[in-house]
């Protein structure tokens, strides 16, 4: 059965940072791609970041430059690294993923966690 865990969320200030972890069983991530996507309130979920199997990535504009996504094959783990947070990057934050290792399209990937929250406020 696969699983995919995400870890990491919580309340932060504006301009604070946090590391999200999604941890997989049942499943080698090494061959897959792995997204990261948020579900703010009242909006639709969007796509954050993505790393190809070749470890090529890709970021939504809103976070290029703040966030960093990565991989450690040997735990099976995919992190986003969140930096200089603003209250818009308010969200349930998912991670999924595509077993053709290609990239993150939202209507594609094989498999999904149950999210982490991450609140940005004063």
């Known amino acids: 059965q696969v699983q995919l865990v995400e870890s990491g969320g919580g309340l932060v200030q504006p301009g604070g940072s946090l590391r999200l972890s999604c941890a997989a069983s049942g499943v080698t991530l090494d061959y897959y791609a792995i997204g990261w996507f948020r579900q703010a309130p009242g909006k639709e979920r969007e796509g954050v970041s993505c790393?190809?199997?070749?470890?090529?990535?890709t970021y939504a504009d809103s976070v290029k430059g703040r966030f960093t996504i990565s991989r450690d094959n040997a735990k099976n783990t995919v992190y986003l690294q969140m930096n200089s947070l603003k209250p818009e990057d308010t969200a349930v934050y998912y991670c999924?993923?595509?077993?053709?290792?290609?990239?993150?399209?939202?209507?594609?990937?094989?498999?999904w966690g149950k999210g982490t929250l991450v609140t940005v406020s004063s």
């Open positions: 999924a993923a595509d077993r053709y290792g290609l990239g993150c399209d939202y209507h594609g990937m094989d498999y």
């Open positions: 790393i190809s199997s070749s470890d090529g990535s």
